[in-house]
C-alpha cells in the first residue's frame, strides 16, 4: 500500500500541477451547468433528471482524456523503465496511476453537489435516486477510467490512447441502444454488459449486488488487463 500510495500522491499533484486537472473540471462543469440552467429556466422544472441524464454522456469524452497520459506518457518518455527498477510491481503502478485519475473524476462530481442542493431549495426532492444517482456516477466513471487505463497502456501516444480508450468506452456505452437489431438469444447477455444499463438500476436507488460485482468485475479486469500490457513491454 505504501508504494501504491506514492503513486497516487505523485500522480495526483502532476494533474494539478499542469492545466489538466482545472481544464477537465472547468469544461465539465460548464457542460453540465449549461443543461441544468436551461432546463430550470426555460422548462420551469429544477430536478437531477438532466444531470444524471447528460453526465454519463460527457463521461464518454472526459474519462479518455483524464487517462490517456497516465501510462502513455511515461512510456514515451522513457520513465516508465525507471519507474519500475524501484521496488514497485506493474500492478502498484497501475492501481496507483488508476486511483489518482478517480480521485479527479470524484472533485469533477463534488461541485455538482451545488444542484441537488438548488433543487432541494426550490422543491421537494428524493433523496434515494439521488444518492444512487451519484453513486452510480461514480461507479460508471471508476469502469470508464479503467478502460482508459487500459487505453493508456498500450501505446506511448497520448493521441491514440485517447481514440483507443473512447472507442472502447463509447462501445460499452451503446451496448444497450443496440438491443433492437440483436436476436433474443444475445439481449440478455448484451444487456447486462451494457455499463448504463447497470448505472439506470442504481440511479434509481435500488442498491443490488448484481450491479455492484458487474463494475468491480469490470474495474479489476481491465486493471488487470493494463498490468499484463505494461508488463508485456520486457518481452519486447
Keep these: 500500500m505504501r508504494n501504491i500510495w506514492a503513486i497516487f500522491k505523485r500522480e495526483l499533484r502532476a494533474y494539478f500541477d499542469s492545466p489538466t486537472a482545472y481544464v477537465v473540471i472547468i469544461v465539465f462543469l460548464l457542460i453540465t451547468g449549461w443543461f441544468f440552467t436551461t432546463n430550470f429556466f426555460l422548462v420551469a422544472q429544477a430536478d437531477m433528471r438532466v444531470a444524471f441524464g447528460i453526465i454519463p454522456f460527457v463521461f464518454i469524452f472526459i474519462t479518455p482524456a483524464i487517462t490517456m497520459r497516465l501510462i502513455s506518457e511515461e512510456r514515451k518518455a522513457g520513465t516508465i ?29 463534488i461541485p455538482t453537489i451545488v444542484y441537488t442542493v438548488i433543487v432541494a431549495i426550490l422543491g421537494d426532492i428524493d433523496m434515494g435516486p439521488v444518492i444512487g444517482g451519484y453513486m452510480g456516477l461514480a461507479l460508471m466513471g471508476a469502469g470508464y477510467l479503467a478502460i482508459g487505463t487500459f487505453g493508456s497502456s498500450m501505446t506511448e501516444n497520448q493521441v491514440v490512447a485517447y481514440i483507443t480508450s473512447w472507442l472502447m468506452v463509447f462501445a460499452f456505452f451503446l451496448m444497450d441502444k443496440m438491443l433492437f437489431i440483436l436476436p433474443n438469444w444475445l439481449v440478455t447477455p448484451v444487456e447486462y454488459l451494457s455499463i448504463e444499463y447497470h448505472f439506470q438500476n442504481i440511479s434509481r436507488g435500488v442498491i ?13 479486469l481491465t486493471l488487470m488487463l493494463a498490468s499484463r500490457s505494461l508488463a508485456a513491454r520486457r518481452w519486447r
Design 81 to 109: 523503465e525507471l519507474l519500475v527498477t524501484m521496488p514497485i510491481t506493474d500492478a502498484e503502478v497501475i492501481v496507483g496511476k488508476y486511483l489518482a485519475a478517480l480521485a479527479l473524476l470524484i472533485s469533477m462530481l
Design 208 to 220: 443490488d449486488s448484481r450491479d455492484l460485482i458487474y463494475y468491480l468485475s469490470l474495474v479489476v
